[in-house]
């Protein structure tokens, strides 16, 4: 972490809300489902997928997590009604597993459910550690009940996550592979990036050997490149690749352009604030990246 990554992440509280507004709103599509709507709408114009992501993880009260599961049904009404190529992403801390698994497991059932009947795909987020075993638990009970329209995200950070994919090889998972940005202690997760690069390869070899469908989601050239390697040979329909919306958007556009299934995430809510400074702060590298490209974008021509 470099010295202003540092500086940047220890003033993001005091930072007021109409700047971290102007600092997030390239990577947040706004505060409403019609806002969502539209930029998934502009993406598929260009060639790109989407998956849209309902704002606000870690809820503390039964009636928050129930709110954000209407949020999802309405996300996925509109995606149907609109036509858009688009599924949806959940947290499952946003569906109340923090407080209560049993309602978490009932709300995500209703949403996988109501996404099936529209043709949907569910993808279920990876949080911090404390949530992966249950997250892959869940997971499991709904493939092992039937459910095909729903998958999972596996983070090359973690050390145990190799474990994970031979355990979850018999049910050949729709896995959507990342770094990871949470902040783990380095007896469970790898701490240099090096390390972790080279993690998210031995996932990905491990991924594609078993005949997984492998969504790819890095802005790492380096990781891209090996990523191409591996797929040059196999079809479109085996493998997608993923990036954030707002960034390396031309990177995005040049890799739809060859071909290649190209997935932007989406995230909409009122709860942009609270979203933006846990990402930054979390992530000090992520912290750095945006404050570059904000800078990139109000200094046109700079390297």
Known sequence: MGVADRALVRLLPAVPRAVVQRLSAPYIAGPTLGDARRRVADLNS?????TVDVLGEEVRRAAEAEAVASMYHAALDAIAGDRLNANVSVKLTALGLEIDLDLCRSL???????????????RIDMEHSGCTDDTLRIYRELRDA??????????????????????????????????????EPSAIAYQGREAIRDNFVQILDALLELGCYAAVATHDEWLLERTLERVGGLGRDAYELQMLLGVHEQRAAELAAAGHRLRVYVPYGDRWYEYSLRRLQENPALAGMLAKAAVLRVVPGRP
């Open 46 to 50: 260009a060639g790109m997928l989407a």
């Open 146 to 183: 039937g459910r095909e329209n729903v998958g999972i995200v596996l983070q090359s950070c973690l050390r145990r996550t190799l474990a994970d994919v031979g355990d979850l090889a018999d049910l050949r998972p729709s896995v959507r592979l990342c770094k990871g940005i949470y902040v």
């Open 108 to 122: 995500l059932a209703t949403v996988v459910a109501d996404a099936a009947a529209r043709g949907i795909f569910v």
